[in-house]
Each structure stands twice: as C-alpha cells, then as structure tokens.
C-alpha cells in the first residue's frame, strides 16, 4: 500500500474509500504517464498521479467536486501539473487528446427507490453499469495504442456488460485487484487498449 498525501473532503463530495484505495493502489503511475481521472471526487487520484506523471487531468459531472479537487491539488503544491475541468464523462476533452492511463471508480450500484444527495457518486444506472459501458466507448478514443483503463466494478452490479463493452472496444482485460466487503466483491479491471477495430465494409 502507497502513502498518501493529505486531503480535504468538501460536503456533498465522495469521501476516500475502499474502493478508492483499491483503485489506486492497482495503479504504478508513471513518469512519462498522461493520465485522466475521471470522476475525480476530492482528487486523491489526480494528486497522486500528479506527484508522478508528466501530465494530469481529473473531471467531474459535481462542480463541487471539481474544486474539492482543485484545492486539494494546491494543497499539495500539484496545480501546476494537474488541471481540473467540469465534465460529464469525457465530453469536455478535446478530440485530439490522448492519455497512456485513464482511470474511473464510478458511481457503479444499480438504481432503487431511495434517493440521496450522493446518488451522483453511487448510482450507475438501472443495471449499476451503464454509465461504465458509456464511459469505456468515450475512454477507448482518447487512449493511446497500449495505453491503460482502470474501473472499478461491483459484484452488485451487472458485470458482463461491462466485459462485453471491454471487448467490443478493442481492449484486452485482466482483473487487477479485488476485495469482499460486507455485502459485495469490489474489483478493479484493466483493460489495455488494442487500437480502435477497423470497419470491414
Ligand atoms: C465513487 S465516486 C469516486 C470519487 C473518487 N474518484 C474516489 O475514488 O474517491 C464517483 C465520482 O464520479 C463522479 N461522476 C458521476 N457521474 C459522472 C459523470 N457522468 N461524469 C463525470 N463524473 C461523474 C461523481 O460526482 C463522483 O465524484
């Protein structure tokens, strides 16, 4: 397990937890890495990446998340070599931009009836996995050849659809980490990138 820097938590913004640290803990950030970190809740990722990597970008649909990760990364004297965009998924990313990592812990439970302030950072769809399935198509087209994706995913969660959008994207996957809570397996997949599949006509 890695040291970590110190951070602020705002309100209403995911707090570091077993999944985080899962996440991160599968990563070996390096120096010649451009990294995404998509969903960047309070930035412990993009901090960490920062401290490593020669570039850096976390986004985040929460607006207050987007600054929690902001103020975290002048706390650690990273904000020169990290930026913070506000972003649903990957849509304010140039189309020329391309990363060597892109990592996500996603909002990854499937929808009930009780909803909360924290739905955004929970709740992944119906199925827990639609937004994963979304977010791999975006991911697979700012990936360099080679270059690496790193979800989690929850055994609560349909887990075969997010294989099967791994696959019809061009990756090779492996599972990288997994851990049992108390209701559920959290796992960490990565896939690595194969090059966008030619269309025969
Ligand atoms: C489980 S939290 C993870 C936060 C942080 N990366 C961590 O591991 O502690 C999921 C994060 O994804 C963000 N998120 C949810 N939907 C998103 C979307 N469509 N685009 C970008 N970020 C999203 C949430 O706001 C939340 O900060």
Redesign the pocket.
Known sequence: MREYPEIDVSDG?????D??YL??DAINFKAEDSVL??????G??TVIAACKASSVVG????LD?AKNTAANLKRNNMERTAGVVQ???LSAISSRSKFSIIL?????LPADDNSTMMD???IGGKLGSE?TQKFIGQASRHLIDGGELFVVVSTLADTSTVMKAFRNYGFQIERVAEKSLFFEKIQVLRGIFRGQKETVL
């Open positions: 913004v995911y707090p570091p937890s999944d985080t996440l991160l970190d998509v969903g960047c809740g309070a412990l990722g986004i985040d649909i929460s998340a972003s649903d998924l996500f812990n996603p909002p990854y955004h950072a929970h937004l």
